[in-house]
């Protein structure tokens, strides 16, 4: 079986894309970074450096679900280019 490199172009800045989405919804749903953090699991540090710092952070998956769970945003919304 021949295998070759197939040609993607990937969002290099797909993390950033995500920290403001949260960010948007967040903010729209009304709940602090505090808040959101007790919600999720996840320490309040640590949240508000991924939305700070544009996502380098990084963000599991888990957290992006619980995320979405809470400000009942479909996971879809944190992908999509911002304006």
Known sequence: ??????????????LETIAKNVR??????????????????????YLRRFESQLGREGISLLKLYRISVVLNVSMDK?????K
Do not use: C, H, P, W
């Open 1 to 14: 079986m021949t295998t070759f490199k197939r040609e993607f172009v990937f969002d290099e800045n797909i």
């Open 24 to 45: 948007k919804y967040r903010k729209l749903a009304g709940i602090t970074q505090e808040q959101l953090a007790v919600d999720i699991d996840m320490s309040f540090d």
């Open 78 to 82: 944190f992908f999509e280019k911002t």
